[in-house]
């Protein structure tokens, strides 16, 4: 079955205001949050206003076989990342086999390395890569996660990410997630400033519930050390991608100054070949690809066999929070958690809020994918609208 047409697309999806009410704004309005470019007051600390950083700008993918038969993928960074799936991959693509996944992705990998293959190119590459797997799986009627090896568990085991902490306790989740406030020029306060969040956090969730922390590349190796230490009373499961990813002197030497917390990072590693060089130097405990960023389903796969073979857990981010992710969890006996990224308002119910029909929602602290064809996703055909890529740059 050949590949007739592969383009960026909008989703349109009637929006359906939730039945419940909200008690407050979810943590996204309210949460300080670092990133590398905030470290500069003149930047925002809010959720997605920040360059660089707002990958809520989402990209569609549409990948049409010639019997009619179509996929849907995601990514992210908008009309920057829809103009290399347009204008790049799928002139290189269409009329291709669409069930060569491992060709047409080394097509992608190979077609991108004088310009730039992990970057960008790497973003747009995973859209399209999701799309295939869930074009696969509706012309095999399969879902995803039988294509990639089949259910190693009747459903996976999530933890939340999110500040509202008191909401997720009630939702039935025990394992969380914090984010963090601080940048490593903020010295001292910094660290008293992040403690104080932690042991609220731990406060809540008491002592029997695992609880991680995320830096997002904020940090340099020497405050990494320094926090590490003074959050080592309140027993973390895990130090979240405290560096950035091309950082891996950074991350062996901080892996060799902390052992009583492991290091977990992968979030913004593109690419198989950044994964094969944390775990080639031990630099890390648990692999994190997000699949809408390190080139896809496909290669997320491989980040887990480099990881597996290394006796190294991968845990996707964000995946209970995707039908791609979902797949992932209930396939890969290595994945024992989940990562769901809650952005809703407390009081609503997850299913209220859903963002993809036919997407299942956690319960009780688990997630169990669909077993439709491909992805599950429940997507009609009048709400896929091709990407304007005229309008865009107008504005």
């Known amino acids: 079955m050949k590949i007739k047409e592969i383009r960026a697309v909008t989703l349109n999806i009637p929006k359906i205001p939730p039945k419940s009410k909200s008690r407050r704004p979810n943590w996204n309005n309210s949460s300080p949050r670092a990133l590398p470019i905030n470290k500069y007051p003149e930047f925002s600390t809010k959720h997605g206003q920040m360059p660089g950083a707002n990958s809520s700008e989402e990209v569609w993918v549409q990948v049409i076989a010639e019997d ?3 996929g849907l993928g995601e990514t992210s ?7 290399i799936i347009d204008y790049h991959f799928a002139p290189l693509l269409i009329g291709r086999d669409c069930m060569a996944l491992e060709y047409l992705n080394d097509l992608m990998w190979r077609s991108t390395q004088r310009f730039g293959a992990g970057g960008l190119s790497t973003v747009a590459q995973s859209g399209i890569d999701l799309a295939l797997w869930d074009l696969k799986g509706k012309l095999l009627d399969q879902p995803v ?4 090896g089949g259910p190693c568990r009747d459903k996976a085991l999530c933890y939340v990410t999110s500040d509202d902490v008191d909401w ?3 939702l039935g989740f025990k394992q969380f997630k914090v984010s963090n406030p601080a940048h490593y020029d903020m010295g001292i306060d910094g660290l008293d400033l992040v403690e104080e969040k932690i042991a609220k956090a731990r406060d809540m969730v008491g002592n029997h519930s695992e609880l991680m922390y995320n830096p997002v590349m904020s940090f340099n190796v020497e405050f990494a050390v320094r926090m590490a230490e003074r959050l080592r009373p309140y027993n973390l499961r895990w130090f979240e991608e405290p560096l950035i990813p091309t950082d891996l002197e950074g991350y062996i030497e901080l892996k060799k100054a902390i052992n009583w917390v492991p290091l977990a990072t992968g979030e913004d590693h593109h690419g198989r070949w950044g994964f094969r060089q944390l775990v080639e130097n031990r630099a890390v405990d648990i692999l994190q690809p997000d699949m809408k960023w390190c080139g896809g389903l496909s290669e997320a796969l491989k980040v887990y066999a480099i990881g597996e073979a290394a006796g190294i857990i991968t845990v996707p ?3 209970a929070a995707t039908p791609w992710g979902q797949h992932f969890a209930i396939a890969m006996p290595e994945s024992p958690v989940a990562e769901f990224w809650m952005g809703s308002d407390p009081g609503i119910p997850l299913e209220e809020v859903c963002p993809i029909p036919g997407m299942p929602m956690p319960k009780d602290g688990y997630i169990k994918p669909s077993d439709a064809p ?3 996703m429940e997507i009609k055909e009048e709400w896929i609208i091709p990407w304007d890529h005229d309008a865009v740059r107008k504005k």
């Open 374 to 376: 491909g992805f599950g």
């Open 145 to 148: 996660y039988s294509l990639i």
């Open 68 to 70: 009619g038969t179509w």
């Open 77 to 83: 960074f908008g009309e920057i990342t829809a103009t």
């Open 168 to 170: 997720s306790l009630e």
């Open 317 to 319: 981010h964000a995946a």
